[in-house]
């Protein structure tokens, strides 16, 4: 049960009744209360009545059924306290139903999570691992909300860098013969020969062209450094515990026959423009710094199609053949702009009905402990790989490593940039991956111990109430952190769940209980490291039974 939408529920007729229209009562969790409505304060000015005397009315006109109390507090608040009855009930209620009480959604959604989405031949790097973190947080959430969740990893397989890539790889012996190994060292080396090189150069130029024209052995190496590219980022996933798989690679490369298609259908519709030899398209409302259009770039001078042409197609894809009620970019927010600008090209060409949601999901940036973008001592950019030793080599257990990883990325606002600071991550005490972790193998630990099992619950202590509306106000978080794409929610919910679990583990005794007392505060452990379990899982933090 939804504690927040039953006070809703019962102070909403009351509202609508004093202000003569629909009034959001805004229940929030409160220090002073179980919960507070702060509606009064905002009706003052249009009903021209002082805040507390609207608050008063209020209170005195509410259904009570299920709440003990309902008081004014200071400018006017309304503080409401529920009856024991109904947070028991409710507790009951989410212990007897394995889904802890959440039902799946009315309504189920096809939803497309578009995430990871690295570089062939190229290590994935600190931008690809937040955005592979939040989008499998977010997959995972929406399809344990019963929606139907569509996993894309739109793999950067194709473009001129394959010219480059397929040459330097024949240099070395060619398609059968050569493991591309290290990736960066690799496409460093190629890079290195096409800026150094003219005769490279050229024969990296031919090769694109012939890789286009389907030239067998252009073909040839270029799926080989497609196939091992897949490979090591499906290492990374296992590493990671991600819930991408072989299956949910759809790479750029997939989408090059629609791109024809992509620009009959804009010129079709008057969208393309040319520019120095380019087609673009000019959506409207973008426009640059000194107040020109924006070009969206569809097919460049030299005839070649770029990225914004391949998620136009991709977006046709989704919608067309995927059947997409909602499509989500999980990449970084210097993209942006791209994706406004390929979401309003899609809506003016009709690809993208107007009851299609695409939201782009920003995510800023991981930082150095030095504030500024994330660096090797040597000055490069970080491998992943690296990364994850660090974290893992310094944790008693790869998963911790890996969870405190994956929490330190969703604890905080996606849109904000957070520092990677291993020894902050690792930490066992504060707002922490491995706090949540010894918290549930503590309570895993207490059940091993307590030789009975949970009982019916009934709250009494106040430490007991807290841990009982942190439990009861996982379904809010779970579903506010869906409804926004903002995994922190649940990330933080989880934090606070976890600390009310330890007041309440000093505060009151449980295995020294006896009788009903001792039932009832196993009821409220179990309780708690169920929701633990869930709440990690849909972040992707393994929960483990004993540390
Ligand atoms: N549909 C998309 N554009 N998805 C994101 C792809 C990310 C891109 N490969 C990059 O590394 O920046």
New binding site residues.
């Given amino acids: 049960m939804n504690l927040e939408s039953l006070l809703h529920d019962r102070l909403a007729p009351v509202l609508e009744a004093v202000a003569g229209h629909p009034v959001d009562p805004a229940i929030r969790a409160s220090p002073h209360a179980d919960f507070q409505s702060g509606a009064a304060l905002g009706l003052a000015r249009e009903l021209g009545r002082p805040p507390v005397r609207i608050a008063a009315e209020i209170a005195a006109a509410a259904d009570l059924d299920g709440i003990a109390e309902v008081t004014v507090s200071g400018p006017g608040f309304l503080n409401l306290v529920l009856t024991g009855d109904l947070i028991d009930g409710a507790l009951r209620a989410a212990a007897a139903d394995e889904r802890l009480g959440v039902a799946p959604v009315a309504a189920p959604e096809r939803i497309v999570v578009?995430y990871s989405?690295?570089?062939v031949a190229k290590e994935m790097h600190v931008?690809?691992l937040r955005?592979t973190i939040i989008g499998d947080a977010l997959a995972r959430t929406y399809e344990w909300l019963g929606h139907d969740v569509i996993r894309?990893n739109?793999?950067?397989d194709w473009g001129t860098p394959f010219g480059m890539l397929g040459e330097h790889l024949l240099d070395l012996g060619g398609a059968d013969g050569h493991s591309i190994g290290d990736l960066t060292a690799f496409y460093q080396a190629a890079r290195v020969k096409f800026d150094t090189d003219d005769d490279f150069r050229t024969r990296a130029r031919l090769r694109v062209v012939a890789l286009q024209s389907g030239d067998p052995l252009s073909r040839d190496l270029w799926r080989q450094l497609v196939a091992q590219s897949e490979r090591y980022f499906l290492d990374v996933y296992a590493r990671l515990g991600v819930t991408l798989g072989p299956d949910d690679f759809a790479g750029?490369s997939g989408y090059q026959d629609d791109l024809a298609a992509v620009v009959a259908g804009l010129a079709e519709k008057g969208l393309l423009t040319e520019s120095d030899g380019a087609l673009c398209a000019f959506p409207a409302g973008f426009t640059g710094r000194d107040g020109a259009p924006l070009p969206l770039i569809v097919r460049k001078a030299d005839g070649g199609f770029g990225?914004a042409a391949?998620?136009l197609a991709?977006v046709r894809h989704r919608v067309g053949k995927l059947g997409a009620d909602r499509m989500l970019?999980v990449?970084?927010s210097p993209?942006r702009i791209?994706?406004q600008m390929v979401f309003a090209v899609a809506r003016e060409a009709g690809w993208l009905p107007g009851d299609v949601v695409a939201e782009h999901i920003g995510f800023g940036s991981i930082l150095g402990a030095d504030g500024r973008m994330l660096k090797s001592r040597a000055g490069d950019t970080v491998k992943l790989a690296e990364l994850l030793d660090e974290a893992t080599s310094r944790a008693s257990e790869p998963a911790i490593g890996i969870g405190a990883i994956k929490y330190a990325d969703l604890s905080g606002d996606r849109r904000g940039d957070y520092v990677f600071d291993a020894d902050r991550m690792l930490a066992s005490t504060g707002n922490t991956g491995p706090y949540l972790q010894y918290a549930y193998a503590r309570i895993r630990s207490l059940f091993r111990k307590a030789g009975s099992g949970p009982g019916p619950v009934t709250v009494t202590e106040p430490a007991e109430r807290a841990l009982a509306l942190a439990l009861l106000g996982f379904e809010p978080a779970v579903r506010a952190a869906a409804a926004s794409a903002e995994p922190h929610r649940l990330a933080v919910h989880l934090h606070g769940l976890a600390v009310a679990f330890s007041v309440f583990w000093e505060r009151c005794p449980v295995l020294r209980a006896e009788g009903e007392v001792r039932a009832s505060r196993l009821g409220l452990a179990d309780l708690t490291a169920r929701t633990l379990h869930t709440g990690m899982f849909l972040l992707g933090i393994e929960a483990l039974d004993q540390i």
């Fill in positions: 578009d989405g690295p570089n931008g690809h955005s894309v739109h793999l950067g750029e990225y391949t998620d991709a970019y990449v970084g993209q791209h994706f």
